[in-house]
């Protein structure tokens, strides 16, 4: 049985025997993990979240991410919390600027969700 949670944010994640290969999903389960899969769905989100995990040194500055994207700070911003809100990245402000680091236990989480590898 599998035991992840994303304490780092509050968020509860908990996989507890859920995998997709296994058994359906009932409906909290499935309720608990769309919005995880909903924020790596968009090409922006997806991008940034790359960009956080390959960072060096952990972290990154919401400043040295804009300049990669043709779209506005509060377009960005909008991305960054909704991967905040599902629990896949978690930020600290520092003065004016707010700094952006993985949780990766909200990538494990989605992982251990789609391991088939041990049902097949």
């Known amino acids: 049985m599998l035991s992840k949670t994303t304490e780092e944010t509050g968020a509860e994640a908990t996989v507890e ?7 359906p999903l009932d409906a909290a389960q499935a309720s608990r993990f769309a919005p995880m899969f909903k924020a790596l769905g968009d090409p922006v989100r997806l991008r940034l979240l ?3 995990a390959s960072a060096g040194g952990g972290e990154v500055c919401v400043c040295d991410l804009t300049g990669a994207f043709h779209l506005t700070g509060p377009t960005i911003s909008h991305h960054l919390r909704v991967l905040r809100e599902a629990g896949l990245v978690d930020s600290d402000r520092r003065g004016t600027w707010v700094y952006y680091r993985l949780i990766p236990a909200g990538l494990t ?3 251990a969700l789609l391991d088939a ?3 097949l």
Do not use: R
């Not at 025997?17 to 058994?23: Q, T």
């Open 117 to 119: 590898g041990t049902f």
């Open 109 to 111: 989480v989605l992982a």
């Open 17 to 23: 025997g859920a995998h997709l290969a296994h058994a």
């Open 50 to 52: 790359s960009m956080i």
